[in-house]
């Protein structure tokens, strides 16, 4: 599928494009170079204009031929970004490549035309920044080093997937970077606050650091030499990301992007770190996640199980092992009141392990229990999970309904209303 090159005949515009052809080359893709004239311009100068662009394209096209890509070239008319796009989506592109605006660019090329690209795009977006390294992997001549912008979304999971199929090109020494906000993270796992900035507590840090393990996990056969790394934060992400993209001298940033708008982009990482990053930097939008027949099947190798102690309870420690495959790990969580002594918390303990089925350590899947008390519930039952960075959690549920419900409360609804990870509800037969 081909790549697009957008141009303006700039110095920067001229290395973007050969980077962009030697990448179709590597990928046995087809460069398309393109340019847009704004509508007003052409109205205004006429024919002269479009045959004097045309030859530009043309010359280019010829430039670019003799790094052995397949070159073609497309003058276009209109607003950059939206004409950019419809191209883009009418080829069936797989990546757009643009040189990056100036730095003399008033406040780093806000609101300008890469900018609104980045808004347009559906397809990933690198914009190009010191090219040479790109280009000497592109010629095989050394590994890629890129820095991957971590965090449980959607569009990480997009930004993963391009990820993977640019390790199928060549050798990639990837790091996975996460930044975080100690007081937010701490909160979520359910662990200590730390008493102050660059204080994070080392069990928060183990925390954060296996959940960067097990997102970049899907990587590992397709890029051997993969590392995590965590970057305490305060304010805004995309400043400490870059940074980090800096200690780790990487060549590539690649983020996911939500397209935020409006004031959303205050706060947007992706938006800044086109802006700010010294190197090249892809975004890549949540549409470009792959779907349908080229997805991968989730894995699931850990299994959260929640209980009460009741019937109810045990056959929902039931459902978790029979959904746990062999040599996976099973956290078995009960909540007890928050007034409980360490004595009736040592027996419920117990009770807790008279609760395990006999077949759920067999296949050599690891059972880890736990015992905590406290008001909330859900809280507890949410923040086990995140913690323990679960692939899926299994409770039961008595599907209360009407004043049953507004009154005694559930427990499994607030767990589905505070927690994106998939949740198994497990209900008594009526009958």
């Known amino acids: 599928m081909p790549i697009v090159c957008a141009t303006h005949f700039s110095e920067a515009a001229h290395a973007a494009c050969e980077a962009a052809a030697l990448l179709a080359r590597k990928a046995g893709d087809t460069l398309w170079v393109v340019h847009v004239l704004p509508k007003d311009t052409v109205k205004a100068l006429g024919k002269p204009l479009l045959v004097a662009a045309e030859g530009a394209l043309a010359a280019e096209a010829r430039r670019l031929e003799e790094s052995g890509a397949r070159v073609q070239y497309q003058l276009l008319t209109g607003e950059p970004a939206e004409v950019l796009q419809e191209f883009a989506v009418k080829q069936g592109a797989t990546l757009v490549v643009t040189a990056a605006p100036s730095r003399d660019t008033p406040f780093l090329g806000l609101g300008g035309t890469v900018d609104r690209l980045a808004q ?22 050394r590994p890629l080093k890129v820095l991957l912008g971590v965090d449980r ?97 990487a060549d590539l940033l690649v983020v996911g992007t939500h397209h935020r708008r409006a004031m959303a982009r205050l706060w947007s990482v992706s938006h800044h770190a086109r802006r700010l990053a010294p190197m090249s930097v892809v975004c890549v939008p949540a549409h470009a996640a792959t779907r349908g027949a080229g997805a991968e099947l989730p894995r699931v190798r850990t299994v959260l199980a929640t209980t009460d102690l009741s019937e109810l309870g045990d056959r929902a420690i039931a459902y978790a092992c029979a959904l746990l495959p062999p040599g996976g790990t099973l956290h078995l969580l009960h909540v007890a009141p928050p007034q409980a002594t360490p004595e009736q918390l040592s027996a419920r303990r117990q009770q807790l392990e008279q609760s395990l089925p006999r077949a759920a350590t067999e296949g050599g899947r690891t059972v880890e229990l736990s015992v905590v008390s406290g008001h909330e519930v859900a809280d507890l039952i949410t923040q086990a999970a995140e913690r323990h960075c679960v692939d899926l959690l299994c409770l039961g549920t008595h599907g209360r309904t009407g004043m049953k419900r507004a009154v005694l409360g559930s427990v499994a609804q607030a767990v589905l209303a505070r927690s994106d990870r998939p949740v198994i509800l497990v209900r008594t037969p009526t009958a």
């Open 120 to 141: 347009a795009l559906e397809v990933p977006l690198l914009v190009a920044r010191e090219t040479r390294a790109l280009e000497a992997w592109a010629r095989e001549e």
């Open 153 to 249: 979304s959607r569009p990480f999971e997009a930004a993963r997937d391009w990820v993977k199929a640019l390790c199928g090109l060549g050798p990639v020494e990837l790091v996975g970077g996460r930044v975080f906000w100690a007081h937010a993270e701490a909160q979520r796992l359910g662990l200590q606050h730390p008493a102050g900035f660059g204080e994070a507590t080392p069990e928060l840090c183990q925390a954060l650091e296996r959940e960067v393990e097990a997102l970049v996990e899907p990587l590992s056969k397709s890029c051997p030499q993969v590392r995590v790394r965590l970057e305490e934060g305060i304010g805004r992400i995309a400043d400490h990301l870059v940074t980090l993209a800096q200690k780790e001298e």
